[in-house]
């Protein structure tokens, strides 16, 4: 059955999925750091021998063992479309295998996992490069027959776009994705599974879910936030429950009886398409199978509600929202220097003062005569959102800097603008609609802007209707009934006000760029207070205002008290029962005078190179370390513990202090007086694990808190690390694992340590790993993320 018939069947039935591959191969002789792709090429009997076992027990989707065939992890002779186009060949055979009366419907899944490096600004891989790996395995499964393409295990919502837009512009396949979220209910990264609902259903996908990291138990919370909010089939595929080593091996602790009582919550839950993943088998996938008669559809009936959201923050367009206004380079001369010398460091300050003032999106225009604006615009938007998790209103008039900048945003944003001309309508609407965005519509055509109320409604209901015709929802069209300057058109003022209402009755939501009316004014805040505080009771949604503007601020927080949004005044007490503390104050001089420990919080490199600098005038490199850097990681990493901050945010952090040390550093090698290695830590992915995210980031914080850190790289082998520990004298040695199947070889190494009488502790982190399993394969310690390995580190040199 093809592609079409697939997404019917999901209509009207529970569609089933297989188990675990890894596992499998294993028990078929892979070998501990042996490719499985390379070698499930090289025994096709085997590998269609363990597709036909999960078609057997009953799976309607068996996933190819191409899970990790990208170019970046194949060695040798062996290229992606070899293994993809064998891959797929075997599946298919071993669905031709099965013999049954019953013509269940089978399906090959092109299965396509996380590329095994961190994209920009976490790593150095950059979007560009990584949506053209996953392009060439997305062709190539279509070009070898597969039925449809699952994107699975991602951690990373930026890689996920990638891969979504890989598959999505060069395939005409369905799209099924999910994601891998832990116990803190985010991703590896720091992103919410509702932003990933929002952010990848806007993209196009067929089917959105979960899988992989908890069992089902553990993922019922998770599954409860993506069931309220999708749109699309939900797919869950939960672990076996948690991994433990039971005499040298590592087994889970969920039965398939078990296992099928936590599928029956899901379905419970509206989940339509179920399957296994780390410690299933076909004994999992036989027993929900069997069962499958007494699973009932439930059909998710979400009502659909505007949002915008970054990986880490989503947001929901239901009471006045304030969107900061000041990174637009009208009437703002730094602003234009940096945007001229493509520099973002400036509009970066002025992203985090409108986020602590307020702000709960961000405009970016960088529209200035004589400069490259998409470019600029795809570099601010990258700086920007490195360090702050605010959502974005991308703003242009140009149509391509428009999609570059909602290509490489890594969530969901809404779009400023499109008019009522057609020429606007048709050259940015199906922009809007291929990445999922929110659209803002100006109330003006040909003729410019109407003077009366009837005249910008009909531009209203114009441009709502193109956007309709491209499938744009009316709760994503934000119509701009524009604010004109009351000094020169005093009497349109009150038609803007008369316009706001009646777009609101047409169902679509409203914007504003609150200041334009008082341009050419004296006491300018005190005019704009006033529009904003009549805007909002004709129907403002979004407030595009200065939100360092306390005037402004209280008046929207009074409003929502006054109009009952704000529930008891909750937020208002807690926010003004102290108000002359932290009242903020509006600043042109955003990037002066700040010190090095706020420019370490707020991830500014170029700024701390120069801050050292300066402090190195009058102060020695140690003391800048231990009294500065030191103590601006520890608050950074409390808040990275307290959830305020997330592994973007921490990494440049990092890098910050980064740049500060390699200043230091130079310094000292001239003084030949200071030293700034506070002791040796080798770091290592073990034996057979090929994966190395996480060593890399723990990596970058320890160096950052001034250790010496030996990188032994990825699969490492036991000798290797016991003779780097022996030869420099290591007290402290860090193991990673991502994969359950090198668990065991994480244990071989601690255990060829013991044997070997180092003295040296051991952390030991990974995916797959917990404080208990840590213990019981005989490590020192656990270290659930980069900022746990610090602290075992402070403690034990």
């Known amino acids: 059955m093809g592609a079409v018939q697939i997404l019917e069947y999901i209509e009207s039935n529970i569609l089933l999925f297989d188990g675990a591959m890894g596992t499998m191969l294993q028990q078929k002789g892979l070998k501990l750091g042996e490719n499985p792709e390379i070698f499930g090429y ?26 990790g065939c990208n170019e970046l992890k194949l060695t040798g002779e062996y290229t992606v479309e070899m293994i993809i186009d064998n891959a797929i060949s075997v599946a298919k055979k071993a669905i031709n295998r099965i013999q049954e009366e019953e013509k269940k419907p089978r399906y090959v899944a092109l299965d396509v996992g996380p590329i095994g490096e961190m ?52 395939t005409n396949l369905p799209v099924f994705c999910t994601m891998t979220f832990d116990e803190s209910g985010r991703s590896f990264t720091g992103c919410l599974p509702e932003s990933m609902v929002v952010t990848v259903e806007g993209l196009g996908v067929d089917a959105i879910g979960v899988n992989c990291s908890l069992g089902p138990k553990q993922l019922i919370p998770i599954v409860d936030k993506i069931t309220k909010l999708a749109s699309r089939p939900v797919m869950v595929q939960a672990n076996a429950g948690l991994p433990k080593v039971v005499d040298g091996v590592t087994v889970y602790d969920v039965t398939p009886e078990e296992f099928l009582g936590g599928v029956r919550k899901f379905v419970d839950m509206g989940v339509s398409i179920v399957g296994g993943c780390c410690g299933t088998n076909p004994d999992f996938i036989k027993e929900i199978s069997n069962n499958l008669t007494s699973l ?62 307020g702000a709960q999106i961000l405009d970016i225009n960088v529209g200035l005569p004589g400069i490259d604006e ?33 290509r490489y945003y890594n969530g969901r944003a809404i779009v400023n603008s499109v008019n009522g001309k057609d020429e606007s309508l048709d050259s940015i609407l199906p922009i809007v609609k291929k990445y999922g965005a929110g659209i803002v519509g100006l109330a003006l055509d040909e003729n410019g802007i109407p003077n009366s109320v009837e005249g910008r409604i009909k531009i209203a209901k114009k441009i709502i209707k193109r956007a309709e015709e491209y499938g744009i929802k009316r709760d994503d069209i934000f119509i701009d009934c524009l604010s004109l300057t009351v000094s020169a058109q005093q009497e349109e ?50 407030a595009i205002i200065n939100p360092n503007a306390s005037s402004m601020m209280e008046a929207i927080d009074s409003f929502r008290v006054l109009y009952n949004i704000d529930k008891g ?25 700040i010190s090095l420990d706020t420019i370490v919080e707020r991830g500014l490199k170029d700024e701390a190179e120069r801050e050292t600098l300066r402090l190195l005038e009058n102060n020695s490199g140690d003391y800048i370390i231990d009294n500065i850097l030191i103590p601006a990681l520890d608050k950074v990493g409390k808040k990275f513990d307290s959830g305020e901050m997330f592994l973007p945010q921490l990494i440049q952090s990092a890098e910050a202090v980064k ?104 952390f030991v982190g990974g995916a797959v790993l917990t404080e208990n399993y840590a213990k019981e394969i005989g490590a020192d310690f656990y270290s659930k993320d980069a900022k746990s390995a610090v602290e075992i580190a402070k403690k034990n040199l």
């Not at 699975?152 to 890989?166: H, K, N, P, S």
């Not at 102290?578 to 990037?591: V, Y």
């Not at 001034?706 to 860090?734: F, M």
């Open 659 to 762: 740049n500060s040390l390699s200043v230091i550093k130079s310094i000292s090698l001239e003084k030949s007086t200071e030293t700034v290695s506070k002791g040796k830590i080798i770091v290592a992915t073990v034996k057979g694990d090929i994966h190395d995210i996480g060593k890399n980031i723990v990596k970058i914080m320890l160096e950052n808190y001034g250790y010496d850190v030996i990188d032994l790289g990825k699969d490492v082998p036991i000798e290797e690390v016991v003779r780097v520990a022996t030869e420099q004298e290591v007290k402290l040695i860090g193991l990673s694992a991502l994969m359950t199947t090198t668990v065991q070889s994480m244990e071989d190494t601690i255990s060829y340590l013991r044997k070997n009488n180092l003295d040296t502790k051991v």
């Open 374 to 406: 998409k470019k600029v615009m795809i570099k601010f938007i990258k700086e920007i959102q490195s360090v702050t998790d605010i959502p974005l209103l991308i703003d242009s008039s140009n149509p391509e800097v428009l999609e570059a900048g909602l």
């Open 119 to 170: 994209l920009e600004p976490m790593g150095t891989l950059s979007f560009d490069t990584a949506y053209e790996i996953f392009k060439r395995q997305m062709v190539q499964g279509e070009k070898s027959g597969a039925d449809l393409i699952v994107i699975e295990t991602m951690m990373d919502l930026g890689e996920v776009r990638a891969a979504v837009l890989a598959a999505k512009e060069n």
């Open 493 to 542: 003022a009150v038609e803007t006000l008369k316009a706001l209402t009646e777009v609101k009755k047409l169902g679509a939501k409203t914007i504003l760029g609150v200041s334009n009316i008082s341009f050419g004014l004296p006491n300018r805040i005190a005019m704009n207070t006033a529009f904003l505080t009549l805007a909002l009771g004709s129907g403002l949604d979004l």
């Open 569 to 593: 005044s909750v937020d208002y007490i807690d926010k003004y029962s102290n108000i002359s503390i932290d009242t903020p104050k509006s600043s042109n001089n955003t990037t002066s005078n």
């Open 296 to 357: 009932k559809k439930v059909v998710l009936n979400n009502k659909y509600k505007s949002r915008v959201c970054s990986y880490s923050q989503n947001l929901e367009i239901s009471s006045p929202i304030v969107v900061g206004e000041r990174i637009n380079p009208t009437g703002k001369k730094l602003l234009q220097e940096s945007i001229k010398k493509e520099s973002a460091e400036y509009a970066i300050n002025l992203a985090l003062e409108q986020a602590r003032s």
């Open 42 to 67: 090289q025994n096709p009997d085997k590998l269609s021998d363990i597709h036909y076992s999960y078609l057997e027990s009953g799976s309607n989707v068996i996933l190819t063992n191409t899970f």
